[in-house]
């Protein structure tokens, strides 16, 4: 919330407050003609304005103007910093050449790390300001952030390094350290001494040079890249430092990442288009949340979007993000997701919502955000609409929040 408020002030005119319920699984309240009380950058209560309680009658006013109030977009999967971009591969990619041959060709995320290897902190650091900014204006109040770029320590330092700054400098983020998001070139395909020296030297160091910066540390457990029992040893490392375990899991094919991260207890477990439905029960089982990034099968073309409906019905907490990343999803806009979450994960409207807000941020251990009742940050929304699913329904549409104060 904006220091321009009142430190203690009600906002009225409110056609009305659209929020999950952190009580109830995926319950959202929706409240006509509601207020909301705020004091310092906490909501203090909730409710109809009729209801307003006493104590607040005489608390300066803040005008809605008829508009909805959310809580603001969790977004628990972002690549927010790396060097170059990756438009011409892009290109190539539309006239027939496929990943792989890229890949194969020394592009795809080898031209990504050239371009990180050789970018200063500084530089880091803009760029990724510059995207913070392009996420806060549509609405996302506060991102995970990989780092993954580097594949070897000095470039993965420098990453760290630019996201310390970037906290330093007031923006809501949390880290993810992610040395193991591929295969460093320099290993000459020897997966395994490649994994001893993520779990052995770059993770400890990264945390000695680093301290209190990362809270998570991931694992592309894929087929062709990390084993499951590679990760395991990886994660048991970063546990040991104090990390806690999120995984990319599960993507192209099925590799047991999703039990995986049950066993572990992790955070999250993300991407799992091809997870098994035992998988899915153990997360359930396990509390850990699944992160499906419908963007990045969007922008990949590809046809297996991620059992959501499966996953809900096994009882689990789901959660929606960007994957904002150069390669496979450029994407910092939250309604985009929000509409494939209803459109092609065949999600309602609502549990799309509490998926971009309570439950992403749950999966980064949150109970303050992605939520309008008291005690939540008063990180609030304000939509110009006249019903919210005008959201999803307009689909196209650029509609952008205001903040508060306007």
């Known amino acids: 919330m904006s220091e321009a408020l009142p430190n203690r002030c009600v906002l009225l005119n409110l056609r009305g407050v659209l929020t999950p319920d952190p009580l109830k699984t995926w319950a959202v309240d929706r409240i006509p003609d509601a207020a909301l009380a705020l004091e ?30 959310t809580p603001g ?12 971009n990756r438009s011409g591969e892009f290109n190539r990619r539309l006239h027939g050449v496929s990943y792989q041959q890229i890949a194969a060709e020394g592009g795809g995320i080898r031209e990504t790390v050239r371009a990180t290897r050789s970018a200063t902190v500084a530089e880091l650091v803009a760029s990724g300001e510059a995207r913070l900014k392009a996420f806060r204006e549509r609405g996302v ?39 193991a998001h591929d295969l460093a070139p320099e290993f000459g395909g ?39 029992d590679q990760g395991r040893r990886i994660f048991e490392a970063g546990r040991r430092l104090g990390l806690i375990p999120r995984l990319h899991a599960d993507e192209l094919t099925w ?5 995986l991260a ?3 207890g992790a955070a999250s477990a993300d991407h799992l288009m091809f997870c098994s439905e035992a998988g899915m029960k153990a997360m359930a089982a396990a509390g850990v949340t699944p992160v499906l990034l419908p963007a990045t099968t969007l922008f990949l073309g590809m046809r297996d979007w991620a059992p959501a409906r499966k996953m809900i019905d096994a009882g689990c907490r789901v959660a929606l993000a960007t994957d904002f990343n150069p390669g496979s999803c450029p994407c910092v806009d939250p309604l985009t997701v929000l509409r494939l979450g209803c459109l092609q994960l065949r999600m309602t409207f609502e549990e799309a919502f509490t998926a971009m807000t309570l439950h992403a941020a749950r999966s980064l251990r949150h109970a303050d955000l992605g939520h309008l009742h008291p005690g939540a940050r008063a990180e609030v929304l304000l939509w110009d609409v006249e019903e919210m699913l005008e959201l999803v329904y307009w689909v196209g549409e650029p509609y952008r929040p205001r903040f508060l104060p306007d």
């Open 40 to 69: 310092g950058d906490r909501v203090a209560w909730l409710g109809r304005a009729a209801d307003l309680p006493a104590a607040w009658a005489d608390a300066p006013r803040v005008d809605g103007a008829g508009a909805w109030a």
């Open 73 to 84: 977009f969790v977004d628990p999967h972002t690549h927010l910093l790396f060097g170059g």
């Open 141 to 179: 109040v506060h991102l995970e952030c990989k780092t993954g770029y580097g594949l070897e320590l000095e470039a993965e330092s420098r990453l760290t390094a630019a996201y310390a700054e970037l906290k330093r400098r007031g923006w809501s983020l949390d880290v993810t350290l992610l040395p």
């Open 190 to 228: 020897d997966v395994e001494a490649n994994a001893r020296a993520v779990a052995e030297d770059w993770l400890p160091e990264l945390v000695r040079r680093h301290p209190g910066v990362a809270r998570f540390c991931d694992v592309f457990v894929e087929t062709g890249v990390f084993s499951a």
């Open 255 to 259: 590799t047991g990442g999703a039990e």
């Open 262 to 264: 049950a066993d572990l």
